[in-house]
């Protein structure tokens, strides 16, 4: 089970707050639709070059590549993008016609035409035959008054429900009989798209479990919404590979890479890595107990000896020990393959527990992936997240001396007794050596301004509050998100 007891109250949780915006956005007639060498984290602080606040290493950074570089999106003229303003339905149907006419998508049949006049739309406005195309096509559809409301906000279901009519997916929405929302009803009109767009990858669920069809989205995730689902439609309508866009995360230390999903949070441990979607909802703690809607991942290596080399010996070994461990649970083995090496898949289905052993060849190593998700709303949705992730964990041979790991890790121990212990942050800045405060909040908690300092040996944010030199908290990478 690879659980460890927490001493004292109080232990690092260095974690790794991947970028939070969901997707990105488009210009309409001028207005923007829109080293060290133990832990690194691949373009943890790259430069913007796409829009001035748009970073490389955002979620939906290739999306919007994708659109600026088809001619379907630009940006405002100082090169920003601006994200996180919603979208009109007006300027989300320029972006789906802009991208159906240049992709040669756009459905054939015109079922209405001429098409139908809105009052509210005038014939001289920027975006008048967008919606007029749409509305030739069928893709979208005014109100029973006679309006469109043009500058009203788009709604996630009414979003999903336009792009893939103007990709011309033949969704099936007669007799849907499950549903994966707890929020959206049998017989609701937008429960085909949406479940359909679950079953892709185009959308997830919130962390509270729900889709929220209601909700404005933002100029971001319009476009990573059209991203997606153009990528399902070139792939014969496969499911989205969400790992093509998680970050690739490091560990030389402990001999491994993996692709971290979005907004989970990467704790580093002398030992073992933890990644640890939290459980906001019901306010989980921390990540040794497992919470109805969270989910970990435990990656560490283990040295091998001479006769687990074989992997039917080995494997042999870890499924007599899993039935020793669940003697009463039904527990299912696969022998399978991971980065090209021999694995061994394990899952009890009843406790939402996944296990990966994998041999490494000529270094008598394995890799152990443990993961465990909540039996939630979020279980099936966390199980193919967790086996993207453990998927993607691969071999690092490490380029650190045994004496350089043992001073990490006694730093790392270091830095953890340190963690909410008044007085302590002088001592550990100035061991760690190169630790630099590259940003300050000036207010602070209400005893006094809070330091952020990076290092990057450590590759480390260590977040101190300066009058009692206490260190509140410590995270991967250069973050100021705590």
């Known amino acids: 089970m690879d659980k460890k007891i ?26 923007v639709f829109g080293a060290g060498q133990i832990f690194n984290v691949q373009s943890a602080q790259a430069a913007n070059t796409l829009f001035a606040d748009v970073s490389n290493d955002t979620r939906y950074f290739m999306s919007l590549s994708y659109l600026k570089n088809l001619g379907v999106i630009s940006g405002y003229p100082d090169m920003t993008f601006k994200p996180n303003n919603l979208i009109t339905r007006a300027e989300f149907l320029k972006l789906i016609m802009m991208h159906a006419g240049i992709k040669n998508t756009r459905p054939k049949t015109i079922l209405f035409d001429p098409p139908p006049q809105f009052s509210d739309v005038n014939p001289d406005a920027w975006f008048a035959k967008y919606i007029s195309d749409a509305a030739k096509f069928g893709i979208a559809k ?6 469109f409301h043009p500058t009203d906000n788009v709604k996630l279901a009414e979003a999903l429900k336009m792009v893939y009519l103007a990709h011309a997916i033949n969704v099936p929405t007669i007799n ?9 009803f049998i017989g609701h009109w937008a429960l085909p798209y949406a479940k359909f767009s679950w079953e892709k990858n185009v959308v997830l669920m919130d962390s509270d479990s729900k889709l929220h069809p209601e909700k404005n989205i933002t100029r971001a995730e319009a476009a990573e919404i059209l991203y997606r689902v153009q990528q399902v439609s070139s792939k014969l309508l496969a499911p989205f590979d969400l790992s093509s866009e998680w970050e690739l995360y490091e560990n030389s230390s402990q001999n491994f890479s993996v692709r971290v999903p979005w907004d989970w949070q990467i704790i580093p441990e002398s030992t073992r890595t933890v990644l640890w979607q939290k459980d906001a909802i019901n306010k989980q703690p ?15 290596s283990t040295a091998l000896a001479d006769d687990e080399l074989k ?4 494997f042999e070994k870890i499924k007599s020990f899993s039935k020793q461990v669940f003697p009463t649970q039904e527990t299912k083995f696969e022998e399978t393959t991971i980065g090209g090496q021999s694995a061994l898949y394990i899952k009890v289905p009843s406790k939402n527990i996944y296990n990966w052993y994998v041999i490494i060849k000529d270094a008598k190593k394995a890799l152990i992936v443990y993961a465990e998700a909540g039996i939630g709303g979020l279980a099936e949705q966390f199980e193919k997240i967790i086996k993207l992730s453990a998927g993607s964990v691969k071999y690092l041979a490490s380029n650190l001396t045994p004496e350089q790991q043992a001073q990490i890790e006694a730093l790392i121990a270091k830095i953890s007794a340190a963690v909410n212990v008044e007085g302590k942050s002088k001592e550990i800045i100035k061991e760690i ?17 809070v330091d952020y300092y ?21 995270r991967g990478g250069k973050t100021a998100k705590f």
Request: aromatic share 12%; glycine share 10%; with cysteine.
């Open 142 to 147: 005014g109100y029973s008054d006679g309006t």
């Open 286 to 300: 921390d990540y040794e107990y497992i919470s109805p809607l969270s989910a970990k991942i435990v990656i560490r």
């Open 454 to 474: 990076y290092s990057k040996k450590l590759n480390l944010t260590i977040k101190v509050e300066r009058t009692s030199k206490t260190i509140l908290a410590t």
């Open 433 to 449: 050596s190169d630790a630099v405060i590259f940003e300050t909040d000036s207010i602070g908690i209400g005893t006094g301004p």
């Open 176 to 184: 849907i009989r499950e549903n994966p929302f707890p929020d959206l």
């Open 311 to 314: 992997s039917n010996v080995y």
């Open 6 to 31: 927490l001493k004292n109250g109080a232990r690092v949780i260095v974690g790794f707050w991947l970028m939070c915006a969901v997707f990105g956005g488009v210009i309409f007639d001028g207005a």
